[in-house]
Structure formats: structure tokens, C-alpha cells
């Protein structure tokens, strides 16, 4: 099993930008794709990115055009670049591993706060 360790949380004002980054380590070979989530309070978690091990990556439609995901192989480090942050994005972001339908590991959340 693999162990997802996520750092890069933080406050920053609006229009700023953050990168979290997300170290895997563990068994890293069996992993379909990885990818952030994000929880804020009252609400359901959603998709922010995802980067699979192989095909195109996928972003939730709020972040589309401001948020870049990346990995690092040599590393096993995923990367979330945020850019043009807003006080909507606020929330704990949650890195994710995927190994199959219905099989995710997660980390343990980063805290992101945008202040207007």
C-alpha cells in the first residue's frame, strides 16, 4: 500500500498562487493515477485535478485554466500548481492515489486558505 504525504498548504490573498506537492512512497507501481481533491466546509469533496499513469489529465471545472497538476516520476511526487487563487478555493485538499474502481488511498489533507 501506498503512503501519500501532501505539504505546500497554506494562507495566501486572493489573486495569489501555491503549489502543494504530494510524495508517494510504498508500493507506487500498481497506481492507476493520482490526483487532488478538495473539501471545504458544508461540502462534498470534489474533483480539483487528476494525472493518470497514462491518458490525459482531468481538472474540475472551477479550477480549469488556473490550476496545473504535474508529476514528477523520479521523485514520485505529484504537483499542484495553483494559480489566480480565489477565496472559494478555500479548503482542505486531499491528495489521492487510484488503483482501481473503488480503490483510493488518501493523504491526510493540506489546508488552503485564500483571504480576499
Known amino acids: 500500500q501506498v503512503q501519500l504525504v501532501e505539504s505546500g498548504g497554506g494562507l495566501v490573498q486572493a489573486g495569489g498562487s501555491l503549489r502543494l506537492s504530494c510524495a508517494a512512497s510504498?508500493?507506487?507501481?500498481?497506481?492507476?493515477?493520482m490526483g487532488w481533491y478538495r473539501q471545504a466546509p458544508g461540502k462534498q469533496r470534489e474533483l480539483v485535478a487528476v494525472?493518470?499513469?497514462?491518458?490525459?489529465?482531468n481538472y474540475g471545472d472551477s479550477v480549469k485554466g488556473r490550476f496545473t497538476i504535474s508529476r514528477d516520476n523520479a521523485k514520485n511526487t505529484v504537483y499542484l500548481q495553483m494559480n489566480t487563487l480565489k477565496p472559494e478555493d478555500t479548503a482542505l485538499y486531499y491528495c489521492?492515489?487510484?488503483?482501481?474502481?473503488?480503490?483510493?488511498?488518501w493523504g491526510q489533507g493540506t489546508q488552503v486558505t485564500v483571504s480576499s
Open positions: 510504498g508500493n507506487i507501481f500498481s497506481i492507476n493515477g
Open positions: 489521492n492515489a487510484n488503483y482501481g474502481p473503488g480503490y483510493n488511498i
Open positions: 494525472i493518470p499513469s497514462a491518458g490525459r489529465t
